[in-house]
């Protein structure tokens, strides 16, 4: 797994129409995220401390979940263009109601349940939504398909709680 670094440098690529994050390089990571879905488009912005923890944040919630290290990687660099980002509209109809009394928290692995179910990253949270990363691809309550990577901001009444058993060597 790559470790984040000041060397890794943000931009904004008008030829790929894509948020880009140089690791290496020789390395390169694309975002699925146009210049439509941000706030503003980088230029030559190395990543800072904070986004570093971030990373490290959320690979350590995304380790709940057995999947292959290129894959959390694939997620952790995708969920650290959430700063990025325009706030949405929520598209809480489209999930059915999760868990009464769930509270999703910021880098929560959650569930959302629309015809489908799928695993989602809490990017952030306030008092009535939250945004949510799609770890894989959902059918709506309207049939409508969400494909994995995409952020979607639904109420916290739509989200359930991520049930889990965590394998002994994460119990220490």
Avoid at 95 to 106: C, D, I, K, L, R
Avoid at 130 to 150: E, F, V, W, Y
């Amino acid at each position: 797994m790559f470790t984040p670094s000041e060397q890794w440098i943000w931009h904004y690529c008008s030829e790929k129409a894509r948020l880009l994050l140089d690791i290496t390089a020789t390395a390169q990571f694309c975002s699925p995220f146009s210049a439509a879905q941000l706030v503003y488009q980088p230029h030559q912005q190395p990543l800072t401390m904070a986004e570093a923890e971030t990373f490290w944040a959320i690979d350590h919630s995304l380790q709940q979940l057995d999947m292959p290290a290129a894959v959390r990687l694939e997620l952790c660099l995708t969920a650290l263009c959430g700063s990025f980002l325009q706030q949405q509209a929520h598209k809480s109809w489209y999930f059915q109601q999760g868990s009464a009394n769930t509270v999703a928290a910021q880098y929560d692995v959650v569930m959302l349940r629309g015809l489908s179910s799928q695993y989602a990253l809490v990017l952030s949270a306030d008092s009535d939504c939250a945004n949510c990363l799609l770890l894989g691809d959902i059918s709506t309550l309207a049939g409508k398909n969400i494909a994995r990577l995409q952020v979607v901001r639904v109420l916290h009444n739509r989200v359930s709680a991520l049930n889990v058993s965590i394998p002994y060597r994460y119990s220490a």
